[in-house]
């Protein structure tokens, strides 16, 4: 069973700086399309940054130049680095797997049915 779980979330002040982790159990993050996502209250879920099978990531034109995605193969854990925290950051982020085996890997990609049980951001002004 593949399991994903994420951890580092919590509160920043905004220009603070989060890391998030997600770890994959169950199969191999360089066998599959991995990217992070995050929901906010009343908004549209919006995808952040996708790591494929090839080594290739994108960050969405909304964050980059702020986060970056990165992964440790040896951890099998995808991370999100966040910098420059901004109070509209603030929402429920998670990672999945990509939907289907060698669909289109980009953030803006519907997430899989294999994702995380999320974790919570909060930037104060």
């Known amino acids: 069973q593949v399991q994903l779980d994420e951890s580092g979330g919590g509160s920043a002040q905004a220009g603070g700086s989060l890391t998030l982790s997600c770890t994959v159990s169950g199969d191999s993050v360089t066998d599959r399309c991995l990217g992070w996502f995050r929901q906010a209250p009343g908004k549209a879920r919006e995808g952040l940054a996708t790591f494929d099978r090839a080594n290739r990531t994108i960050v969405a034109g909304s964050v980059k130049g702020r986060f970056a995605i990165s992964r440790d193969v040896a951890k099998n854990t995808l991370y999100l680095q966040m910098n420059s925290l901004q109070p509209q950051d603030s929402g429920v982020y998670y990672c999945?797997?990509?939907?289907?085996?060698?669909?289109?890997?980009?953030?803006?990609?519907?997430?899989?049915?294999?994702r995380g049980q999320g974790t919570q951001v909060t930037v104060s002004s």
């Open positions: 999945a797997l990509e939907a289907a085996p060698f669909a289109l890997c980009h953030p803006k990609m519907e997430p899989g049915p294999f």
